[in-house]
């Protein structure tokens, strides 16, 4: 029986080759039977699985060739290692090598498959799309075609666009249009920028792979929350051609903290105005996130949005007088009306004190103790893989959910927030619950040992791989069943661009 409206079910009473009669019965079924199936029906994260490059570069071999204090990569940063591709790996690979690990941890045919997403900034193609060369891959091990019968696209908005392809997925899966299959969103990444500028040392690799079911094991997705924030903007951009970004550094700070907050106002607003969350005197809704995962360019931002955050929400409240008590002097305010990005940042005097503010809240026990219970578990996997970009919250979610369980912590029924940010620029802020089967997945990950190892790469070696002076069949890691780029472009003019990648056993 086929539902396909309010009101209309269909019958099939007889089916062969040549007939197929369909008797129409009418039914009242009332509107909202119909609407709140589908407003309640959990969907989310079921599972992931990761892929981390096998090359790194130490953080003491890097402060020593750039001539910087190693304190400040491992403190003022929070990097020890940067994970990098090898020659012949691309983001197609990496975010096949994910994909395929999770299909067969959860013994997953194509079939079970209705639509298969990449988001990514580190595109191959001006036109075809990077999940059609994973299909490609994948096919390779599940036979020709046996994707053909899924959809899905290549999303770009810088680190967000993962985030806009779970939020689409969810959707479509909340709509019912999945015909039971599931979708999957691979996030994948290469963050590479000039060679001594100050981004290098926030460097990185490596893809998530995001199974979205309906009733996932890992976390449901709040519905009717989620909330979004853009804006035209130069922070951070890699005009076509070019295989570094152009980085307007402390802007691009700034910036990722305002549109976050903002995005988190939008969403405190929907929270509140559907019931999701209701606020007695004196309570923040930080109060009513248990957890937090944000975009982490690298590990002390995901520090300083949480004190931006805590800041915005509580300077408000009774408890911020406890607050300014404790850090002994008050919250400056701009000397600046206008309150642009451009201004505050012109403001020296004020960011001065703002910057000394914020260092003293982030010392007092009310932000450790939030920081601590809330946000540190999240961090851990950014200090030695550094930045993915699309898939660097994905992966502050992974590390998430298996420090809590290594701490011990039970986090059934926790609503995790989380804070997605794109330069150009794009937030978006949406939530979750951590489902009952939670642990079903998480006891089993361990995340050093499926990062396998690793090989540290001197400076030089670096250099050589920067240079592009080694072929793709020169790589430095012996490559173990995963998927390789062994060939760009082929003999002749109308295979140019063409990529050939192999499986290796
Ligand atoms: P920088 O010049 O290294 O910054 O640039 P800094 O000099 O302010 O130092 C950073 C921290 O190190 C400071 O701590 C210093 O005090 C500390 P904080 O004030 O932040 O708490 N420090 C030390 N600590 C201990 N011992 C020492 C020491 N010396 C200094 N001796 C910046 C940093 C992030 C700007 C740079 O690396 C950069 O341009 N990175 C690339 C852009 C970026 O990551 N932006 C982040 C926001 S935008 C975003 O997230 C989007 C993005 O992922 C792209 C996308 O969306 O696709 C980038």
Redesign the pocket.
Known sequence: MFEINNIIFLKIYQFSIEFLIIRVEYQQVPLNVYHEKNCNMPAGIDDLAIYVPKLYLDYKDFAQARGI?P??LE???GIKKMALVDTNQDAACMASNACLELMKKNNLHPDDIGRLYVAT?SSIDESKALNSFVVGMLEQVYGDSSFEHAGGIECKF???SGSYAIYDNTNWIRAEENNDKAAIVVVTDI?K?DVG???E??QGAGAVALLIKEEPRLLALDPKVTSTIIKNEY??YRPFGKET?L?N??Y??L??LIQVRKAFDSYKEKAMRTGLIHLKDGESITDYIDLFTV?L??R??GE?ALAYLLRHEWRTLPRWQHVIKEIGFDEPVPNDSRGTIESTLADKEFMKAD?QFR?AFMQTSFYNEVYEQKMASSLEASNIIG?L?TA?MYMGFRSLLECEFKKHHDIEGCRVGFGS????SSAMVFSGVIQQSYKEIVKNMNLEEEIGFRKRLSMDEYQILRENERNLNESYARAKNEFILVKIGGSTADKAGFREYCYCN
């Open positions: 204090d304190q400040k403190h003022g940063i900034e810088a680190c967000v963050a920028y500028s100050a981004g040392y926030t922070d951070f970004p980085v550094g402390l691009s700070n910036l990722y975009h360019p690298y002390r931002m300083k910057e260092k930045n970009y660097s940010y794109g330069s150009g």
